[in-house]
């Protein structure tokens, strides 16, 4: 039996601002919340355990120190790219500039506190 990632954990100045993005980007939900501020988001009708990951997003007062060694990828299921990408800055993503070359077939964002994330082009099957 293998292990598979049940949960990602973000660190946040403002944990509400985040937990609302995400929440629109991936169509999830609130699950939960702690006594420390956590919020945990997930699918809607699977919550923690099911096929996706859960989000916990997490209080923090330091300030994001530099680049992270992980970033999330996102790709689309109802619609192209395009109409992606301009829904996510819609919702508060800005572009990010990591040193690509103009030519990949990704967009790289930020999210609203600069954590950089990939829209990729593949369209994928919602779950």
């Known amino acids: 039996m293998a292990s598979r990632i049940s ?8 944990p509400e601002r985040l937990a609302a993005f995400w929440s629109e980007v991936l169509g999830y939900a609130e699950i939960e919340r702690e006594d420390d501020g956590s919020i945990m988001i997930g699918p809607p009708e699977a919550g923690f355990g099911g096929p996706q990951p859960t989000l916990v ?7 994001r120190p530099k ?24 919702l508060g993503a800005r572009r990010a500039d990591v040193g690509q070359s103009g030519t990949e077939s990704w967009h790289v964002l930020a999210d609203p506190e600069g954590n950089e994330f990939c829209l990729l082009r593949a369209r994928i099957r919602p779950l």
Do not use: Y
């Open 57 to 63: 997003i997490s209080p923090t007062s330091d300030p």
């Open 7 to 14: 949960e990602l954990v973000i660190d946040a100045v403002d």
């Open 67 to 90: 680049k992270l060694r992980l970033h999330l990828d996102v790709s689309p299921t109802d619609r192209d790219q395009d109409a992606e990408l301009e829904r996510l800055l819609a």
